[in-house]
């Protein structure tokens, strides 16, 4: 994975969180909001890692 997408996801990774934390203290962690959002960062989560895997498994 180039360094330039790899910055893209952590900032897309960190940017999810910081709207799901901020969500959670506004309306509590079980709001639909707060549970979209922790989906929706669960997901790129998940696409990172799956990049992560793939870069590491083109490079054995």
């Not at 969180?17 to 997901?43: C, D, P, Q, Y």
């Amino acid at each position: 994975m180039s360094p330039a997408l790899n910055r893209e996801l952590l900032e897309l990774i960190e940017n999810k969180r910081t709207e799901m934390v901020l969500s959670a203290m506004e309306k509590g962690f079980h709001s639909e909001e707060t549970i979209f959002r922790g989906n929706e960062l669960n997901e790129l989560l998940n696409c990172y890692h799956k990049l992560l895997s793939i870069h590491s498994t083109d490079r054995i």
